[in-house]
């Protein structure tokens, strides 16, 4: 059977932190579907659909990658889409404690269904998508922290 993961996130905006975990999770998965959830507790910056567009361009060379909007829940999204498997990233313990009733509460609804971590890598560990966009409110630089699409996208705006 096909291993398909959905990772599940807000991506407003992807952060290399993003991009290395799925780059990771590649021979790991026969499929990855980066899906992108609504986080009513987040002010958005990118709408859904332009950070649809901007993930597919970064990926667009990888076969086992694609991208999807979501609503409802993870797992309700999973099943839709016959996945296995939510991979997260974790960074800190804050993260864990974050995830750690997340994927419990997951593994009641749906027992089939596993969540899979990769620890993020040290250099990564302080990139977020809300740094990022509190950098971007004040015309900070963010050059280091997003892949070259976005910080294209920026540039243009
Ligand atoms: P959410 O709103 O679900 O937290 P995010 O877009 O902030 O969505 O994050 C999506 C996933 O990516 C989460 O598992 C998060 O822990 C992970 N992540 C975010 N930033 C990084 C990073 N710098 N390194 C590794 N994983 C990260």
């Known amino acids: 059977m096909k291993k398909i993961a959905i990772f599940p996130g807000s ?22 579907i980066i899906s992108i959830g609504h986080n009513i507790t987040k002010k ?7 950070r649809k567009e901007l993930i597919e361009k970064i990926f667009e060379q990888e076969k086992i990658v694609s991208v999807e909007i979501y609503e409802g829940l993870t797992v309700q999204f999973c099943k839709k889409r ?3 498997y939510i ?15 997340i994927a419990q509460i997951n ?17 990564h560990s302080s990139i977020s998508s809300s740094i990022v966009k ?8 963010v050059s280091k922290f997003v892949p070259q699409i976005i910080k294209e996208e920026l540039n243009n705006e």
């Not at 958005?44 to 332009?50: L, M």
């Not at 991979?87 to 009733?101: C, I, M, N, Q, V």
């Not at 509190?134 to 630089?141: P, V, W």
């Open 82 to 84: 016959n996945a296995k």
């Open 11 to 32: 991506f407003d905006p992807f952060t290399i932190g993003h991009e290395a975990i799925v780059k990771r999770a590649i021979p790991i998965f026969d499929q990855i």
């Open 44 to 50: 958005s910056f990118f709408s859904e659909k332009k």
């Open 134 to 141: 509190e950098i971007l409110k004040y015309q900070g630089d």
């Open 107 to 123: 593994k009641i609804l749906a027992p089939d269904i596993e969540t899979v971590y990769l620890l993020t890598s040290p250099e």
């Open 87 to 101: 991979l997260r990233g974790l960074r800190t313990s804050a993260d864990f404690e974050y995830e750690r009733p």
